[in-house]
Structure formats: C-alpha cells, structure tokens
C-alpha cells in the first residue's frame, strides 16, 4: 500500500483551471484516496466523514462495515481527516467541512471517473489458492516480471507518443497528449500496486503457513 502523506503543503486551487496529469496521478497514486473518490462519485452530498472512513477501512481489511474494530477503524479515520479529505478539498476536488465532519461532492469529482473506470476494467490477473500454495516461488517471480513488462510497455508507449508528437509524424493537441501520458502512468503505478499487494500477500500466507 503506498504511504499515507502526513499533510497536505498544497496551495488553493482554482477550480476554473483544470488538474494537470501530475496533479492527477498524485491523487490517484494512494488508495485511500482513490478508494474515497471511487465512493463519492457514486453519491450525492452531503455525505459524512464517518460513512466515507468506514466504507475505505472495510475495503482496506476485506471486510465488511459491521465487522471493523474500533483500531481498524481509526487507523484510517485519522488520515482521512488530518490528511486525505484536505487534499481533496485542496484541489478543488470535494468541499470539506472539516469540523462538522461533512463532504460535499463537487463538479470536479468527475474528472477521475474514466481513470478509475479503465482500471476496474482492467483488473490484474489472481492465482487460485490452489495454485498459490503449489507455485508460490513462481508466482512471486512471474509477478515481478509482469510489473517490469508493464511499467516498460507504458513508459514505451509514453516515449512513443511524444516523439510521434514533437517530430509532426502524429498531429494532437498538447492538453490530450498531456492527458493520455498521465493516464499511461496512473495505470502503471495502480498495477505496480496491485502486484506488490498480492506479492506481500503471498509473503504472509508462506510466513503463516
């Protein structure tokens, strides 16, 4: 899981500018917020802190809102709240009433739909349990492989589209170009994710066992 950020040193946004792909990625590069956006957008504000923590801790621990503990609970409450939730209100992204507790969706929300679409349509290939307590070693190296194959074919397909761009060989517009880039490596580092998650898992099944 990538490292929750301890503040957020970003200045207003104005949100009659649009997010530029960095700016996106970065959001979309922590789970916790991607987990956050990806329960906003399916609903309406206003929408309480609370409802928002307990939904991304129970995604997080593979379990349901009724089962989490207390510590479970807080562990991701915390961040939320002193972290993720100002960042988002930042960048213009949700309007966050910090000490009522409450979120409001805002137009600009809508910007990350298609890039979470296109990861749930996407998602990394899973081993049965089966397979995985037979072909462990493998699977850990087959993983590796895919994440380094991955992260060469997007960075390719980068490289590729600027050259294509700057030599007139491919007419776009830059704010597309920009777009598409950032979408190449928001994908490429949720699949990095993804892999390094099931590779920990993998780990901890082989400790326990």
Same mark, same amino acid.
């Given at each position: ?23 996106? #990625?970065?959001?979309?590069?922590? =789970? ?5 956006? *990806? ?18 801790? *129970? ?7 009724k089962e989490l503990t207390s510590k479970q609970?807080?562990? !991701? ?17 949700? /309007? ?22 296109? !990861? ?13 307590? *037979?072909?462990? /070693?493998?699977? /850990? ?16 397909? $980068? !490289? $590729?589209?600027? *050259? ?6 491919? !007419? ?12 190449? #490596? ?6 990095? =994710?993804?892999?390094? $998650? ?10 326990? $066992?």
């Open positions: 899981m990538p490292s929750d950020d301890s503040q957020s040193d970003d200045p207003p946004c104005d949100e009659s500018e649009a997010l530029s792909p960095d700016e996106i #990625f970065h959001i979309l590069q922590t =789970n916790r917020r991607r987990d956050t956006i *990806a329960y906003l957008l399916d609903r309406e504000g206003p929408i309480k802190m609370s409802d928002i923590a307990e939904h991304v801790a *129970a995604k997080e621990h593979e379990t349901t809102v609970r807080q562990r !991701v409450y915390i961040p939320l709240y002193q972290s993720h939730l100002p960042k988002l209100d930042t960048k213009g992204i949700i /309007d966050y009433n910090k000490p009522r507790g409450i979120v409001r969706p805002t137009e600009r929300l809508e910007i990350f739909r298609p890039y979470l679409e296109a !990861v749930e349509s996407d998602p990394s290939p899973t081993q049965s349990d089966t397979d995985a307590n *037979a072909n462990t /070693d493998a699977g /850990d190296g087959l993983t590796s492989q895919l994440v380094n194959d991955s992260r060469a074919m997007f960075v390719g397909a $980068s !490289v $590729s589209l600027l *050259a294509a761009s700057v030599s007139g060989f491919l !007419v776009i517009p830059e704010l597309t170009l920009a777009a598409t880039i950032g979408l190449l #490596f928001v994908l490429m580092t949720i699949k990095t =994710n993804l892999a390094d $998650s099931a590779a920990t898992n993998r780990s901890d099944d082989r400790r326990l $066992s």
